[in-house]
């Protein structure tokens, strides 16, 4: 089913043109024009109830009577003729539709509505849906150029071995262009538009298995099907082919919407790094490097503890300057960088010095600055950096504007940048790269199940907490009659509606006995009347640092779980490390060296170390939460660590759930 699924996809031999034009400057009239443009050498069946022919081609008034199986349909008509024409499809079981038009999920109730019907009626007969939204499928190679994306204008497209997904139609135009641009060239270029049945995720997957593909580039403006993206990152992984994604969505207006702190900092697009990370796809962040980083990918793996440092070896100081800020700002250090500015670019003493830098161990890979050479006199200018050899990846930044020798080091399969940002943003994200995470192990959270109908307010969430492995010494109190307590006490009043107690004066701390525990209960009785429903009481503690546990059900990627430094400044700061949950241990101590307001607890200076393995324990064991199907969100701050060998200690604590 696959086979035949990819071969439908992205090699037919048999499309059916529904809503063909005869005036081929229409819109709808391109498919055609492009196909036999490109030299596509298959049959046409342009579908057109009103003309004989259309541009030369025998023309079908319904599909019904286009003789033969038919491979890929695309369906060019306007949205409201759409739903018949998925029928027809349907009836003919041909194995893909593209649906071009708009006007579906992306406009409203009755838009979602109308994409469900073309769904369940392409899936009724068999058939995968492309779109709808989509400007369709072009294969350089096999001359099938099945788009209407104004791209196909030019006479001719270079072949490459990347293939790119793509959201959106005109984005495909916009790499195939700046790819030419650089003398590269695409496999395949597949526009999945509102993504109602195939997904980007898929797709991938399918060119996997695709011979022409090295390189699989995504364009994304959402995450649909996080799973699919997960089992093809794993396959092409062991194929050693790299995804590279540059997705949309850097607002934090999501962020916003959410009710915990953990919200704020973990926003969808965070959440999709996380995710991205995890299951070993490198997110680039700038549209430059998607398409420029794929030679620094190919034919190696994720760097293996990387120490974040390179090496440069330079013909130019300012150039040199330039990548050396940018990495800086991109938290990579600069090992060493040698300045040959004077020595000049001589092909020996270039690669002589690469060569030193790529077998440095104090640096993950080596930089090559070339500077005026590159333009007037580019195979002596690049003929160093073509030369060198060594253990670590190399790749070029040229300062000037030097086409000729761009292309030179991309036939060598050395990637090479025209600005020092995208230089900076692709050694990032090869230093981000991570093996897939392994398969999470079964877990049994069978007791904090248990507690899930209990968990509205701080005690049941403690509860369930505890349940999961934190500790928790907290105990729920009547104050005119407390219980032996160790004092000095926190006082916390229970509500199922407030869920930042500090602001709303439902805590008080330094509790020295009991006469004084009854006077702070009444106060906050008297405060806030209805809302309380009881009280906690537990231990003063104090820690040699405070941290933000947090837990989300991200409506893109799944679960996370969140490790930051805490307290009332956790937004303020945002010092937060997201990962997809559940963790292991030793991701969880990851996530903690990563956060530098636990520096002080990690025994920064000398200063007293905190109980890292207690904190690493309570990261693992709330990120169980994933196991917990209506939980949504969940969150501990402060999570006190206390000294060495002494544990943690829950300070507040909240759970939502559906």
């Known amino acids: 089913m696959t086979a035949t699924l990819a071969n439908a996809l992205f090699d037919p031999r048999r499309i059916a043109l529904i809503g063909a034009s005869t005036d081929a400057a229409r819109l709808t009239a391109r498919a055609q024009v492009y196909l036999r443009r490109h030299g596509f050498t298959g049959d046409l069946f342009p579908v057109n109830p009103r003309a004989e ?6 023309a079908y008034a319904s599909l019904r009577d286009v003789p033969g199986d038919i491979d890929f349909a695309y369906i060019l008509l306007n949205t409201q003729h759409v739903e018949a024409a998925i029928q027809d499809c349907a009836a003919r079981r041909i194995p893909v539709a593209c649906v071009l038009a708009d006007g579906f999920a992306e406009t ?19 058939v995968r849906l ?17 788009s209407v994306n104004a791209v196909l204008e030019s006479g001719t497209l270079l072949a490459g071995r990347w293939s790119l997904v793509s ?3 005109s984005v495909m135009g916009t790499l195939a262009s700046r790819a030419a641009a650089r003398g590269c060239g695409f496999a395949k270029i597949v526009g999945t538009g509102n993504e109602a049945d195939l997904t980007a995720g898929e797709i991938a997957d399918l060119l996997v298995d695709d011979p022409d593909t090295d390189a699989i580039l995504l364009f994304l403006e959402t995450i649909r099907r996080p799973d699919l993206f997960e089992h093809a990152a794993r396959r092409a992984h062991a194929a050693g082919k790299p995804i590279v994604a540059y997705k949309l969505g850097r607002s934090e207006a999501a962020a916003r919407l959410a009710t915990t702190h953990t919200g704020a900092l973990a926003g969808s697009d965070a959440a999709a790094d996380a995710f991205f990370r995890a299951i070993g796809i490198v997110r680039v962040d700038q549209l430059e490097t998607l398409l420029e980083i794929p030679p620094l990918l190919l034919g190696t793996r994720p760097p293996v503890r990387p120490k974040r440092a390179v090496r440069i070896v330079t013909t130019t100081g300012g150039g040199g300057a330039m990548v050396v800020d940018r990495l800086g700002i991109a938290g990579i250090a600069t090992a060493h960088m040698l300045d040959t500015t004077l020595a000049g670019a001589s092909k020996e003493f270039v690669s002589q010095a690469l060569n030193e830098a790529r077998d440095a161990d104090d640096a993950d890979l080596a ?34 504007q030097a086409e000729a020798a761009l292309r030179l080091l991309a036939e060598a399969g050395i990637a090479a940048f025209r600005t020092p940002e995208a230089c900076a943003d692709a050694v990032r994200a090869y230093l981000d790269w991570q ?27 403690r509860a369930v907490f505890a349940a999961l492995g934190l500790p928790n010494g907290a105990v729920r109190i009547d104050p005119e009659a407390p219980p032996p307590l160790a004092y000095p006490v926190a006082l916390k009043a229970v509500s199922a509606t407030i ?86 241990e030793a991701e969880a101590r990851a996530m903690i060296d990563q956060v530098k307001g636990l520096a002080p607890a990690r025994g920064y200076r000398g200063m007293p170390k905190g109980d890292l393995a207690a904190l690493a324990r309570a990261v693992v064991g709330f990120s169980h939460l994933a196991a917990l199907a209506c939980v949504t969100e969940a969150e501990v701050n402060p999570l006190i660590v206390l000294a060495d060998g002494q544990g943690v200690v829950m300070a507040d604590a909240l759970l939502a759930c559906d």
């Not at 009854?518 to 809302?531: T, V």
Request: hydrophobic letters at 45%; proline letters at 7%.
């Open 53 to 58: 022919t259309v541009l030369g081609e025998r």
């Open 108 to 126: 409203g109730p009755d838009g979602v509505a109308r994409q469900q019907r073309i769904v369940d009626t392409a899936r009724a007969g068999g």
């Open 130 to 146: 492309l779109g709808p939204n989509s400007m369709g499928i072009i294969n350089i190679p096999a001359h099938t150029a099945c």
């Open 167 to 169: 959201h959106s139609g």
């Open 367 to 400: 930089i090559a600055v070339i500077g005026s050479s590159a333009q007037f006199r580019p195979q002596e200018g690049v003929a160093g950096v073509i030369a060198a050899t060594g253990r670590n990846p190399i790749c070029a930044f040229l300062v000037p």
């Open 435 to 461: 093996t897939p995470r392994g398969e999470p192990a079964a877990i049994d959270v069978s007791a904090a199940a248990a507690l899930l109908d209990q968990a509205q307010d701080e005690p049941g969430a």
């Open 499 to 584: 869920a930042h107690k500090t602001e709303a004066g439902a805590v008080a701390l330094g509790i020295p006995d009991a006469a004084a525990l009854r006077q702070a209960a009444a106060a906050m009785q008297a405060r806030l009347g209805a809302q309380i429903t009881g009280f906690i009481a537990q231990p003063m503690a104090k820690g040699v640092g405070e941290a933000i546990l947090g837990y989300r059900r991200d409506p893109l990627v799944g679960p996370i779980v969140a490790l930051g430094a805490g307290g009332v400044l956790a937004e303020i700061y945002r010092d937060v490390v997201l990962r997809l949950a559940p963790v292991t």
